[in-house]
Each structure stands twice: as C-alpha cells, then as structure tokens.
C-alpha cells in the first residue's frame, strides 16, 4: 500500500491546512511537517477541522467521512487517510 503522498501532493495538502485553519504566517511561521500535530497548531477548532476534511476530500478526491475526523492527530495521518481511501478506491474499482 503506498502511504505517502507525492512532494506536489504533500505541499498542497500543507497549503490546505494553513488555509482551511486559518493559518497566517505571523501566527504560525514554522514550516508544517509530517510530524505536526494538528491539534496543537493555533486556533483550531472543530469546525475549522471539519472544514479542512471536507477540503481534503475535495482537493484530493478522497472520501474520508466524518470518522476520520478522530483520527487525524498529526498531518501524516491526514496523509494517511488520504492514501487508506485511494487504496479502497482502488481495491473495488477492479
């Protein structure tokens, strides 16, 4: 199973998260990383979460349902997510 996400890919999922969290870079200018929790960066909230995997799904044509949700704790397992659903697409589409 691939787990990970092109260099292109990984980049627009970062950009997604600082948009959808409302990140600016005077609020949060480390870089994000893999190993970011996603709960620990400033201002999240579970709207803005819900809004990031909705935006997830769209920009990356996944669908991850809400029981994802509980189990993005860092950006690798949005990552993750996102590859697990690529992977059951996939599984039935043959």
Do not use: W
């Amino acid at each position: 199973m691939n787990i990970h996400l092109t260099p292109e890919e990984r980049e627009r999922l970062y950009s997604l998260i600082r948009e959808k969290l409302e990140l600016s870079d005077a609020e949060y200018p480390e870089e994000i990383k893999n190993t970011t929790m996603v709960s620990e960066l400033p201002g999240v909230d579970s709207m803005k979460l819900l809004r990031l995997m909705g935006a997830v799904e769209l920009g990356f044509r996944v669908n991850l349902g809400f029981e994802a949700i509980p189990q993005v704790q860092t950006v690798q397992d949005v990552e993750r997510l996102i590859c697990e659903s690529r992977e059951q697409y996939a599984a039935r589409a043959y």
